[in-house]
């Protein structure tokens, strides 16, 4: 079970809202959020309504400004919480969209797609087990996107932008 509670001002001030589930739009519940408090579990925040929009995995944590510390220049519009995962971690990946190309079947983190697979791209997946983390860049840096089990045949049709994912990550029990 997960926990958020988000506020309208930074430092934690103004009006609230607690948390605990989904939420696809805030906007019934706060005008604007400024800071949030993760009391327990990890959730995924996106700048935009419906799960839409710029990602980023928030872990058990105070954030006073988060929008300075991510550079966002707006407000968290919607989150997901990430369950708990107990058990294996399986993804198989594909250099083209639709599952063309070549391929690899993950069950561990990969700082770097093109070193470790010589894969120049990575755009559609298939997440059999556990829940993951990609990143635009090696070593886990840049613009993120959750996966949840689930077949993702065209990354650009969930929205995402970037030019392509390098690596990607487990999130484990701990949420690290």
Same mark, same amino acid.
């Given at each position: 079970?997960?926990k958020v ?12 809202w607690?948390c ?6 805030f ?10 408090r993760?009391e =327990?579990?990890c959730? @995924?925040?996106?700048d935009?309504?419906? #799960?839409?929009?710029?990602? *980023?995995f928030? $872990?058990r ?12 220049s707006?407000?968290?519009k919607?989150?997901?919480m990430?369950p ?7 993804i198989r ?29 990575c755009? =559609?997946?298939?997440? @059999?087990?556990?829940h993951?983390?990609? #990143?635009?860049?090696?070593? *886990?840096?840049g $613009?993120?996107?959750?996966f949840?089990?689930?077949?993702y045949?065209?990354?650009?049709n969930?929205?995402?932008?970037g030019s ?10 701990s949420?690290?």
């Amino acid at each position: 079970m997960g926990k958020v509670i988000f506020y309208e001002d930074r430092n934690f001030q103004g009006r609230s809202w607690e948390c605990m589930s989904d939420c696809a739009d805030f906007s019934s519940y706060l005008s604007r959020c400024h800071s949030f408090r993760v009391e =327990s579990g990890c959730f @995924m925040a996106y700048d935009r309504p419906n #799960y839409m929009g710029n990602q *980023y995995f928030m $872990r058990r944590g105070d954030y006073a400004d988060y929008m300075s510390m991510w550079g966002w220049s707006d407000y968290i519009k919607s989150c997901r919480m990430i369950p708990q995962h107990r058990g294996q971690f399986r993804i198989r990946i594909y250099e083209r969209e639709n599952f063309q190309g070549q391929s690899h079947e993950l069950m561990d983190d990969c700082d770097n797609f093109q070193e470790r697979y010589r894969m120049s791209d990575c755009q =559609s997946c298939n997440v @059999m087990d556990g829940h993951w983390l990609m #990143y635009e860049q090696p070593h *886990y840096r840049g $613009r993120m996107m959750y996966f949840r089990p689930g077949e993702y045949r065209n990354f650009m049709n969930m929205g995402w932008s970037g030019s392509r994912f390098m690596s990607m990550r487990r999130i484990t029990d701990s949420c690290s």
